[in-house]
């Protein structure tokens, strides 16, 4: 699969997303929008199951298809990328790699605005004697690369800093925190799943050793469906415990004698892959890869930035920066009851999320300046829910 350059964004691309006929749709990080294309795919996949039933060969290519178009989207290569079923598979497999030994390296560090997914876990390797230690944010809602650094020494095995925060829409300096921690000696996991689709991502410059996201929200597609990107230079040190049988070096050998670990990153594969999310989730990435994630990264930018203004110009508190180079493609505003404010704009059709005490507001490339300006005129009149 190659990228395209195209800029079929907006109005352009608006009337294969059937939701826009009756929804102001804002909330991409929650769950993109349906597709006419991917609906399609679930339909083709039900259909050769009707028609043939048992079709592994297919499956398994499609799966391979899946895996070559994630490598695509990373600037990677299919063999670095593994096919998970979610964030979560893909880093219990890789903190299940790390032994933890006494006197060895046993500190994980997290930031503050990871996922709950990278901080549960994180949290669940202290019964095998990991210490986890938090990154907390500055008073303007940035984590500069100096609070990691006072975090990270010999002692660290792995360093997780999410690309983009779920909750606040900040850009973490992924580069700059992997050069530190590089310096010690450990690994970085930069979970992407908010910007995946959204904002580019070159996993050759990004830093990062470990990289994780999925297709639920800007790659359109399902729940079900992920990916782990391995840097292949480190890929000889993790030898994970949680594994299944795609993981294998030969999955048709069917042998249960021994443990052997495919060499690639497919050793962090697992038992039968998700073919419906699959289906789903290679048409959603043919719609990204059609546009091409520079020209959707460009089209978010420049609504945010236009709905950044409106809510200044409301009075309103702008969680997420307003500099383009160090927020994501979602932005927060502080609200005096967010659960309400979500819940009364919703009577207008207007679909955002909450997190924390704000209100998320998560354009794609299917957004346009109207649907800003449906928002900003919403929110004017309930100026009393805006902190």
């Known amino acids: 699969m190659s990228t395209s350059t195209g800029r079929r964004v907006g109005e352009a691309i608006r009337a294969e997303f059937p939701i826009f006929e009756h929804t102001t749709y804002l909330n991409s990080c929650s769950q993109g929008a349906l597709s006419h294309r991917v609906r399609a795919a679930y339909e083709e996949y039900l259909a050769g199951w009707d028609e043939n039933g048992a079709e592994w060969e297919f499956w398994v290519e499609r799966a391979e298809a899946m895996r070559a ?22 880093v219990s497999g890789v903190v299940s790699a790390l032994p933890f ?16 997914t990278v901080g549960q876990i994180a949290h669940a390797q202290e019964l095998r004697g990991a210490e986890v230690v938090h990154v907390k944010p500055e008073p303007d809602g940035s984590i500069p690369v100096e609070r990691f650094a006072e975090a990270i020494d010999e002692r660290t095995a792995l360093v997780c800093c999410t690309t983009i925060s779920y909750r606040t829409g900040h850009r ?20 992407s799943y908010q910007a995946a689709g959204a904002i580019e991502l070159d996993v050759r410059t990004l830093g990062a ?3 994780t996201g999925g297709t639920v929200k800007y790659l359109l597609a399902s729940a079900g469906l ?23 070096e030969d999955i048709f050998r069917m042998d249960i004698s021994d ?74 505003v502080a609200s005096t009851d967010a659960p309400a404010l979500v819940a009364s704009l919703a009577e207008e059709r207007i679909t955002c999320s909450l997190r924390d005490r704000n209100l998320r507001i998560a354009p794609h490339y299917y957004n346009t300046d109207s649907d800003v300006d449906t928002l900003l005129d919403a929110l004017s009149r309930r100026r009393a829910l805006l902190a």
């Open 69 to 90: 178009g994630f490598a695509d989207l990373l600037h990677g290569e299919p063999d670095e990328v593994a096919v998970t079923t979610s964030v979560s598979q893909g």
């Open 101 to 116: 030994e006494r006197g060895g390296r046993t500190r994980i560090v997290i930031s503050e605005y990871e996922f709950p």
């Open 172 to 191: 973490h300096d992924v580069a700059a925190i992997a050069e530190v921690a590089h310096e010690h000696g450990a690994l970085v996991l930069a979970d």
């Open 209 to 211: 050793d470990l990289v």
């Open 226 to 248: 992920g990916f782990l990107w391995v840097r292949g230079g480190v890929l000889e040190r993790l030898l994970p415990t949680q594994t299944g049988w795609f993981a294998d």
């Open 259 to 332: 443990y052997s670990p495919h060499a690639t990153a497919r050793r962090f594969d697992a038992g039968t892959p998700p073919v419906p999310n699959i289906y789903a989730g290679v048409a959603g990435l043919g719609l990204i890869q059609e546009t091409g994630v520079p020209a959707i990264e460009a089209h978010v930018s420049a609504l945010n930035t236009r709905l950044i203004a409106g809510l200044e110009e409301l009075g309103a508190t702008v969680v997420t920066p307003a500099d383009p180079a160090r927020r994501g493609p979602l932005v927060c």
